[in-house]
Structure formats: structure tokens, C-alpha cells
T-cell receptor, first 111, second 110 residues
């Protein structure tokens, strides 16, 4: 059974600081997704990583994938309050698109 | 492009009742997946529909069933509701590797 573990589960940061969220998964997959969820809202797609060594950046967020280590990271640079949300990683299962999600990392950025 | 739409937005039911949730996929998307997200948890895969057939199913009981129509829209039906079925139900449509999520239906079972 594929398991996806995120850490930390809770993260309180000061504005301007950097931090990394880690996502480990237990079996082989070539599709790794990062989503953002604001309270009471749906999931917003941030990144889709499809190959070993893939790195994508959008604004203050950068995601990377190491399929050999079964590890993805989401790096936050110079955090701002607007980044406060819950971030989920999800791993694609097989070729059909089913996603297995981690428990999420609740990020709070304080001034 | 309207994106993925879901209805209703909120729903309150009592134990033992039945409920139907609806989803319209993003234009051009032919695959619809349903997820259940309990409070404070990550979404859990219920099932996926493609070409009007259930293609894959997660670890959910038979009380959860679905349907996909020729226009790719989909329904999720839950029978004999339990208190534990209270959750946000998310529909996602996909084409190749990316899944786009709808706004969700918040189901409360009393």
C-alpha cells in the first residue's frame, strides 16, 4: 500500500524566512503533485513533477522531485503572510491518475 | 472556461438518508475522480470514471456509488448515510497527468 508522509504537519514561520516541507512516499511513482488549500476552499494546483530531478518554481515556491529517494521538497523563500495555507503533496498511482495524498502541512506565516 | 463545477455547495442530511452529489468537469476533460476529505485530513480517493465506467476504486464501501454521463459529468451517490460520512467531497477532472479540483460539496450528516 502506497503511503505518503509529509513533515512537518504544522509550520509557523516569520515573514522573510526560508523553510522546506518534505514529502516522502513508499513505492515507485513518476508523478508527484503539490496543492495548496485555503480554509474552507478546494485544492489549487501548484506543481506537477513528472521526472526524476524535476524542479519547478513559481514566485516564492520551488518544488523538486527525487524519484530514487522517493522524496519531494517544497521550498519557501522569504515567506509572506499570503502563503499561509495548508499544502498537500500527492503521488500518482499507476497510469490512471488516482492520487494518494499526504496529511498536509499547515503553514502559518506571521509578521 | 468555467473549470470544474460541483453542486450543491452545502448539504445537510440525517443518518440513514441517501445523497447525490454532482460534478461537471473542465471543458475537454473526459475523466472524473471523486475524493472525500474529512476535517483536518488529506483527500482520500473514492473512485474514478472514464468513458462512463468505473475505472478504479479506493477503499470505500458499496454504499458509495457513482455514474458518468455521455457529456462526462458525474454523480456520486451515498446510501445509508453515517455520521462519519460528514466531509468535503471533491470532484477532480483530468486530462493526461494533471487533475483539477472543483470547489467541493460540504456534506453534514446529523
Amino acid at each position: 500500500e502506497l503511503k505518503v508522509e509529509q513533515n512537518p504537519l504544522f509550520l509557523s514561520m516569520q515573514e522573510g524566512k526560508n523553510y522546506t516541507i518534505y514529502c516522502n512516499y513508499s513505492t515507485t511513482s513518476d508523478r508527484l503533485y503539490w496543492y495548496r488549500q485555503d480554509p474552507g476552499k478546494s485544492l489549487e494546483s501548484l506543481f506537477v513533477l513528472l521526472s526524476n530531478g524535476a524542479v519547478k518554481q513559481e514566485g516564492r515556491l520551488m518544488a523538486s522531485l527525487d524519484t530514487k529517494a522517493r522524496l519531494s521538497t517544497l521550498h519557501i523563500t522569504a515567506a509572506v503572510h499570503d502563503l499561509s495555507a495548508t499544502y498537500f503533496c500527492a503521488v500518482g498511482v499507476g497510469s490512471q491518475g488516482n492520487l494518494i495524498f499526504g496529511k498536509g502541512t499547515k503553514l502559518s506565516v506571521k509578521p | 472556461d468555467a473549470g470544474v463545477t460541483q453542486s450543491p455547495t452545502h448539504l445537510i442530511k440525517t443518518r440513514g438518508q441517501q445523497v447525490t452529489l454532482r460534478c461537471s468537469p473542465k471543458s475537454g476533460h473526459d475523466t472524473v475522480s471523486w475524493y472525500q476529505q474529512a476535517l483536518g485530513q488529506g483527500p482520500q480517493f473514492i473512485f474514478q470514471y472514464y468513458e462512463e465506467e468505473e475505472r478504479q476504486r479506493g477503499n470505500f464501501p458499496d454504499r458509495f456509488s457513482g455514474h458518468q454521463f455521455p457529456n462526462y459529468s458525474s454523480e456520486l451517490n451515498v446510501n445509508a448515510l453515517l455520521l462519519g460520512d460528514s466531509a468535503l467531497y471533491l470532484c477532480a477532472s483530468s486530462f493526461y497527468n494533471e487533475q483539477f479540483f472543483g470547489p467541493g460539496t460540504r456534506l453534514t450528516v446529523l
